[in-house]
């Protein structure tokens, strides 16, 4: 089933009221703002690709916000959803909404409400998140701002050599394929532990997936640069509706 079907079904079945129109759903969604302020959406929903591709039509916003996740065509950009669940997506679009609203009100994105990375950078930071699901860094005392990734020049690998780091203290190293000096003890290694666990031994992979956080974060940011910069080069100009923007910059 498409997901512009689904959609239709389920507006259908939650008494939602909608219109179809030269193929496209218009359709209202009344949203309030975290000032209580009551905000009525008319939106366009249409199908390119089996992807839904949604528009407002009041310009209550600005055409093209890359800030404010609204494509140069003015459609929204909603982020990655892993799974298609119809009602997921409806809270996704309502959640957006009220971000939207938010950005209205105070020129910014609320931390309530989850920001994608631009462009490609989106899948990455999808990937890393899948990965922080499999470790959990806090119980290990460390964090992605404590942990730092360093590309080494060497002579025995054709391949990157990493180094990493947390807080100044090389803890592994090694290539994207393989951890070197394995005997060395792993960071799950608890303190006072007279028998270490050592890197080749972890069962819990720990610097295998912390190098592939550390690789996928670098590559996440570099696309983020690219993203800004396409822009940057074209015509298209900041809204001014947020504090900070890239395109000023």
């Not at 310009?59 to 909603?78: A, E, M, Q, V, Y």
């Not at 608890?190 to 610097?207: D, E, I, M």
């Not at 670098?218 to 640069?225: D, I, Q, S």
Request: net charge positive.
């Amino acid at each position: 089933m498409s997901k512009f079907k689904d959609l239709i079904d389920y507006l259908t079945k939650e008494n939602i009221p909608f219109k179809l129109i030269e193929g496209d759903i218009q359709l209202t969604l009344k949203i309030v703002s975290n000032k209580g302020k009551r905000t009525s959406f008319d939106l366009i929903i249409s199908e390119v690709n089996n992807q839904l591709k949604v528009t407002e039509r009041a310009n209550i916003l600005p055409k093209f916000c890359p800030n404010r996740h609204i494509n140069p065509d003015g459609s929204f950009c909603l982020g990655i959803l892993d799974h298609w669940i119809v009602e997921k997506w409806i809270k996704t679009l309502r959640e957006f909404l009220q971000a939207q609203l938010f950005c209205n009100d105070h020129k910014k994105w609320s931390k309530n409400y989850k920001q994608w990375s631009h462009g490609d950078a989106a899948r990455y930071q999808l990937y890393v998140e899948e990965l922080l699901k499999t470790i959990n860094l806090k119980d290990l005392g460390l964090n992605l701002n404590s942990l730092q990734l360093f590309n080494v020049e060497s002579r025995l690998f054709e391949e990157n050599y990493f180094h990493i780091y947390h807080k100044d203290k090389l803890i592994f190293m090694g290539t994207e394929k393989k951890i070197h000096c394995k005997r060395q003890s792993c960071i799950c290694t608890p303190n006072g532990r007279r028998k270490h666990v050592t890197l080749g031994k972890c069962s819990k992979k720990c610097a295998e997936i912390i190098l592939k956080i550390l690789i996928n974060e670098e590559l996440r940011k570099k696309e983020e640069v690219v993203f800004w910069n396409t822009f940057k080069e074209s015509t298209l100009k900041c809204c001014r509706t947020m504090e900070k923007c890239e395109l000023n910059a």
